[in-house]
């Protein structure tokens, strides 16, 4: 299979874990003898740097003429630490989901066995852990009119949601659900919000063409609380943009590293593959940051175009090295010497060798 990959590293980290990324889908290329073409293009501070723009033109043109999108990380602490910057870094990811029509987010979170004393939630509270969550992610408060009074006392941003919106992620949710463990959960503020109530009503509505799936809702305060007092409890998590964002940071934590969480942004005609994680300028240029959220988007890349095999193998490279520790400082206890890069190494020598005794 040939398809044309945009790579779009961004700040901070992006670039080195997208780098490890890019050498795995090559080593998976090569395995399975498919042709990866790899188009790379600014985005984030580095294209306002460069361009004045955090999204330009070119970028978002590539973008629209690929098959699919590696994306790194955005975000630079320059702009964190000054709220009044016109011009911000995360402009350029919240312009592409938009711009292409990326409206489910899915974020998969599992608890590895090997990695269970890494997390600071006990064990046998996160052992079996498997949650898909599915963020909408071109809608609600988001993307709402924002409005700065004149004085500059005052501030607000509009949450809404069309019915449209909340039915074309639902499907996406439910169908997930049939082939897992047939449950959804809705996080939502109906108690309070008119939008959450919208998000009830229809989402009850669609469920009825889904009997063989289930549906509870959940406060978000509460999902808050149950994700991580019984996580188990969770199949598929459906939520709405600002939700989502929140609870899919919270859920980073049974894992036992956010540097381990892909994601997958799809839309009708486009599909973007990025970690979670953001740019994590602390630790750019040190060749520490953890890859593997990065490589496991690239596995959902391979999904993306049902290329199965590939994507498993990525994943059993990827929980070998977990098993090995050949692991990053965020999780490594062991070795203090292992890299961004190494692991990247370990896992593309893995897909070349995967029968290698030395390391199986
Ligand atoms: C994420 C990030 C983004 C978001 C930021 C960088 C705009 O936190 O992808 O979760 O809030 O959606
Ligand atoms: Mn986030």
């Not at 974020?107 to 890494?118: G, S």
């Not at 079996?128 to 009119?145: M, V």
């Not at 019984?230 to 964002?245: A, H, K, M, R, S």
């Not at 892909?262 to 839309?267: D, E, M, P």
Request: aromatic share 6%; charged share 25%.
């Amino acid at each position: 299979m040939k398809i044309n990959i945009a790579v779009l590293p961004g700040d901070g980290i992006g670039p080195e874990v997208t780098n490890q990324a890019i050498k795995v889908l090559k080593a998976i290329a090569l395995e399975f003898d498919h042709t990866f073409l790899f188009k790379e293009a600014p985005v984030g501070a580095i294209a306002i740097d460069q361009q004045n723009n955090p999204l330009p033109d070119q970028t978002l043109d590539l973008c629209k003429s690929s098959d699919a999108i590696l994306f790194g990380a955005i975000g630079d602490p320059k702009y964190d630490n000054d709220p009044t910057a016109k011009v911000r870094p995360e402009q350029g990811l919240l312009k592409l989901r938009k711009e292409l029509g990326l409206y489910a987010n899915i974020r998969p979170v599992k608890a590895y066995d090997m990695l269970l004393e890494k997390s600071p939630l006990k064990r046998e509270i996160i052992e079996g852990t498997d949650i898909s969550i599915y963020r909408e992610l071109t809608g609600g408060i988001y993307f709402g009119k924002k409005h700065l009074s004149e004085d500059g006392n005052t501030a607000s941003d509009l949450c809404e949601y069309s019915k449209y919106e909340i039915e074309r992620i639902a499907h996406l949710a439910f169908k997930a659900a049939r082939n897992r463990k047939q449950k959804v959960t809705l996080v939502d503020k109906a108690n309070v919000l008119e939008t959450s109530r919208l998000w009830r009503k229809v989402v009850t509505n669609l469920a009825k063409g889904y009997p063989d799936v289930t549906l509870d809702f959940l406060f978000v305060d509460n999902a808050a609380m149950q994700m991580i007092l019984n996580p188990n409890q969770f199949d598929v998590i459906l939520t709405e943009n600002l939700f989502g964002d929140v609870i899919s940071d919270e859920a980073s934590v049974i894992g036992g590293s956010i540097g381990l969480l892909a994601s997958a942004s799809v839309g009708n005609k486009h599909a973007m593959f990025e970690p979670i994680h953001g740019s994590y300028p602390q630790a750019t240029g040190k060749d520490i940051a953890n890859p593997v959220a990065s490589i496991l988007s690239a596995a959902m890349l391979l999904e993306h175009f049902d290329l199965h095999d590939e994507a498993n193998l990525i994943k059993k490279g990827v929980e070998k090295s977990l098993k090995l520790e050949i692991t990053t400082p965020d999780l490594n206890t062991s070795y203090d010497n292992i890299t961004t890069s190494k692991v990247g190494d370990f896992i593309a020598d893995f897909i070349s060798n995967p029968n290698d005794s030395n390391i199986n």
